[in-house]
């Protein structure tokens, strides 16, 4: 008996290690993207934050080959910038260089055709779902109900994987996959994308170590985010886990055929 339930077993904790790291990536990006877009959006702004968090979940997600190669170039990058020009570089310099160094590896670069053809669709989708989940919350929140940055991270990261999953095949195969010439350009511009926000994220960690005081806005956003981003990360670590044990036990399909 126990032998006939190993594979299942063991899909379920994959997903549900999967979805947890989704909730680890989804859980900070929330967290300070909604304090980078307060001074020009207002109250829209965990809006937009939601909608963004989720479009690049859900490129993590359905690119992880792309994903991973851009991680690695805005670490490097990053590190190479810090460790050259510790004293003389701004953050956006090594938001531009990373920005550049993806589009170019996108461009020059082939990666298979199924990690990337439905990429726009994908991002789309995550995109809508994540603001349409942050509507919500801030519809509760303006009818006086108040929510802590951990149970709004952990009901995100369940509602918005979700309806993502549950809608994002009908919305792909609708649409069709991006010709393949356009495809190196999708590519880049994801590598770009995530490759800013991972170089920021080892940025901030980087100079948060070494004490640096260095000014600039984005610095201010870590250091004011800095206590809640441990508890936001855990609970959407927990809430990734559940999610994905759950949509598992379902048999929602994994997508990664899309």
């Given at each position: 008996?126990?032998?006939?339930?190993?594979?299942?077993?063991?899909?379920?904790?994959?997903?549900?290690?999967?979805?947890?790291?989704?909730?680890?990536?989804?859980?900070?990006?929330?967290?300070?993207?909604?304090?980078?877009?307060?001074?020009?959006?207002?109250?829209?702004?965990?809006?937009?934050?939601?909608?963004?968090?989720?479009?690049?979940?859900?490129?993590?997600?359905?690119?992880?080959?792309?994903?991973?190669?851009?991680?690695?170039?805005?670490?490097?990058?990053?590190?190479?910038?810090?460790?050259?020009?510790?004293?003389?570089?701004?953050?956006?310099?090594?938001?531009?260089?990373?920005?550049?160094?993806?589009?170019?590896?996108?461009?020059?670069?082939?990666?298979?055709?199924?990690?990337?053809?439905?990429?726009?669709?994908?991002?789309?989708?995550?995109?809508?779902?994540?603001?349409?989940?942050?509507?919500?919350?801030?519809?509760?929140?303006?009818?006086?109900?108040?929510?802590?940055?951990?149970?709004?991270?952990?009901?995100?990261?369940?509602?918005?994987?979700?309806?993502?999953?549950?809608?994002?095949?009908?919305?792909?195969?609708?649409?069709?996959?991006?010709?393949?010439?356009?495809?190196?350009?999708?590519?880049?511009?994801?590598?770009?994308?995530?490759?800013?926000?991972?170089?920021?994220?080892?940025?901030?960690?980087?100079?948060?170590?070494?004490?640096?005081?260095?000014?600039?806005?984005?610095?201010?956003?870590?250091?004011?985010?800095?206590?809640?981003?441990?508890?936001?990360?855990?609970?959407?670590?927990?809430?990734?886990?559940?999610?994905?044990?759950?949509?598992?036990?379902?048999?929602?399909?994994?997508?990664?055929d899309l």
């Amino acid at each position: 008996m126990s032998l006939a339930l190993l594979p299942v077993t063991r899909q379920l904790l994959i997903r549900a290690l999967l979805w947890a790291l989704i909730g680890a990536i989804y859980a900070p990006l929330l967290i300070v993207l909604e304090a980078l877009f307060a001074p020009y959006l207002g109250e829209l702004a965990f809006v937009a934050a939601a909608a963004c968090a989720g479009a690049i979940g859900a490129s993590y997600y359905s690119a992880r080959q792309v994903a991973l190669v851009a991680s690695l170039i805005g670490v490097v990058t990053t590190l190479f910038l810090l460790l050259l020009f510790y004293e003389q570089a701004a953050f956006w310099h090594a938001a531009l260089l990373c920005g550049v160094l993806g589009l170019a590896t996108g461009l020059l670069i082939e990666f298979p055709s199924r990690c990337t053809a439905n990429v726009p669709a994908k991002a789309l989708v995550g995109a809508l779902s994540g603001a349409v989940s942050g509507a919500v919350l801030s519809l509760v929140a303006m009818l006086g109900v108040g929510l802590s940055p951990v149970v709004a991270v952990a009901f995100l990261v369940s509602v918005n994987g979700v309806i993502y999953v549950a809608s994002v095949r009908k919305v792909a195969t609708t649409t069709g996959g991006l010709p393949r010439s356009w495809c190196p350009l999708a590519e880049g511009l994801v590598i770009g994308i995530v490759a800013i926000i991972v170089g920021g994220s080892f940025w901030a960690f980087a100079n948060t170590v070494s004490g640096y005081d260095r000014p600039g806005f984005f610095l201010q956003v870590i250091e004011g985010t800095s206590s809640i981003l441990p508890l936001a990360v855990a609970s959407g670590m927990a809430a990734g886990s559940v999610t994905g044990a759950l949509l598992e036990l379902f048999d929602f399909a994994w997508i990664d055929d899309l």
